[in-house]
């Protein structure tokens, strides 16, 4: 019988490549993850990897097993919803992966709905980068999670994973008040009138910094990047500051700083709910979907804007 624990390791060998990523990303040292995957090709009865320098492929064989791994582990997944279903009541703990400006401006009102429906369910929020929150879905350090992309950096499909819309929104360009810009034609033409400034972006490897940097380009220019910031609060004092320029979403201004002028651009980021694979129906992570979709806030809950860039004081 096929250990579910070692198709666990294999999956993520699939997507990581490497037994030292593998081994890191799971709390396990290289070894034990090596020796885990050796029974698991006894068990298997035929090889499921082969070596390519310092990296490991999947064999044929290895990669069927990982199609296969895939299935059962939604299944699990469905027996554990279906389960907690049969339970009654929602208790225990919930984990919970967001990103900064969600965990601000929407999180705290979904666990006051979540609070009182379900008191003995303990959700505990970590913030985490979208970037990050497949592996830890897939390994189990979430149960769901808040995840977004931009129009400039669509994240691929994570095999594993399903994915719900929660809202759209609109993103703007922050300059220092008084260096208010025209909006132009279309959105490289606003971008460009900033092209000689400084930029305040996110630090690199998170969607964040990405969006900024593929704008500009599309736009016809490497923006020239000063400060690295997360918090858009901070990137927003600094453009008060005079220390640059910025792109941020809406849910990043609703506590401008004065001092900062606001350009809508014609870009969007789209926030989702993210989870394993068959744990649509699991009544925690259905819970916290419904209490997330109450809290959107009002001007985020209709359909997204399509007007032309306008300047907002």
């Given at each position: 019988?096929?250990?579910?624990?070692?198709?666990?390791?294999?999956?993520?060998?699939?997507?990581?490549?490497?037994?030292?990523?593998?081994?890191?990303?799971?709390?396990?040292?290289?070894?034990?993850?090596?020796?885990?995957?050796?029974?698991?090709?006894?068990?298997?009865?035929?090889?499921?990897?082969?070596?390519?320098?310092?990296?490991?492929?999947?064999?044929?064989?290895?990669?069927?097993?990982?199609?296969?791994?895939?299935?059962?582990?939604?299944?699990?997944?469905?027996?554990?919803?279906?389960?907690?279903?049969?339970?009654?009541?929602?208790?225990?703990?919930?984990?919970?992966?967001?990103?900064?400006?969600?965990?601000?401006?929407i999180v705290p009102a979904a666990l006051v709905t979540l609070a009182r429906s379900h008191p003995r369910l303990e959700p505990m929020v970590c913030e985490t980068d979208p970037a990050a929150v497949a592996h830890a879905l897939r390994a189990g350090?979430?149960?769901?999670?808040?995840?977004?992309?931009?129009?400039?950096?669509?994240?691929?499909?994570?095999?594993?994973?399903?994915?719900?819309?929660?809202?759209?929104?609109?993103?703007?360009?922050?300059?220092?008040?008084?260096?208010?810009?025209?909006?132009?034609?279309?959105?490289?033409?606003?971008?460009?009138?900033?092209?000689?400034?400084?930029?305040?972006?996110?630090?690199?490897?998170?969607?964040?910094?990405?969006?900024?940097?593929?704008?500009?380009?599309?736009?016809?220019?490497?923006p020239r990047v000063r400060h690295q910031v997360d918090e858009f609060a901070t990137v927003l004092a600094l453009v008060a500051a005079g220390q640059g320029v910025a792109v941020v979403p809406r849910l990043g201004i609703r506590d401008a700083e004065?001092?900062?002028?606001?350009?809508?651009?014609?870009?969007?980021?789209?926030?989702?709910?993210?989870?394993?694979?068959?744990?649509?129906?699991?009544?925690?992570?259905?819970?916290?979907?419904?209490?997330?979709?109450?809290?959107?806030?009002?001007?985020?809950?209709?359909?997204?804007?399509?007007?032309?860039?306008?300047?907002?004081?």
């Amino acid at each position: 019988m096929l250990d579910v624990r070692r198709l666990r390791l294999l999956r993520e060998l699939a997507r990581r490549g490497t037994i030292a990523a593998v081994a890191e990303a799971l709390a396990f040292s290289p070894s034990a993850v090596s020796q885990q995957l050796g029974v698991l090709e006894r068990e298997a009865g035929l090889p499921l990897l082969e070596r390519t320098g310092r990296r490991v492929r999947l064999t044929p064989a290895g990669e069927d097993l990982v199609r296969h791994a895939e299935a059962v582990l939604e299944r699990l997944e469905r027996a554990e919803a279906d389960l907690a279903e049969a339970r009654g009541g929602l208790a225990g703990v919930l984990r919970v992966g967001s990103f900064p400006t969600a965990t601000r401006a929407i999180v705290p009102a979904a666990l006051v709905t979540l609070a009182r429906s379900h008191p003995r369910l303990e959700p505990m929020v970590c913030e985490t980068d979208p970037a990050a929150v497949a592996h830890a879905l897939r390994a189990g350090d979430l149960d769901v999670a808040l995840v977004h992309e931009y129009d400039f950096v669509p994240t691929p499909e994570e095999p594993g994973l399903t994915t719900e819309p929660l809202f759209d929104e609109a993103m703007f360009l922050a300059v220092p008040e008084g260096a208010e810009v025209d909006a132009g034609p279309d959105q490289g033409a606003v971008l460009r009138t900033r092209a000689a400034a400084p930029w305040i972006t996110a630090t690199p490897g998170t969607l964040c910094h990405a969006m900024t940097v593929r704008a500009c380009q599309a736009a016809g220019f490497t923006p020239r990047v000063r400060h690295q910031v997360d918090e858009f609060a901070t990137v927003l004092a600094l453009v008060a500051a005079g220390q640059g320029v910025a792109v941020v979403p809406r849910l990043g201004i609703r506590d401008a700083e004065p001092g900062v002028s606001l350009t809508r651009l014609l870009m969007q980021r789209r926030t989702k709910i993210a989870f394993r694979d068959g744990a649509a129906g699991h009544p925690a992570v259905a819970a916290f979907g419904s209490a997330l979709r109450a809290a959107v806030p009002p001007e985020l809950a209709g359909p997204p804007e399509l007007a032309s860039p306008r300047a907002e004081g």
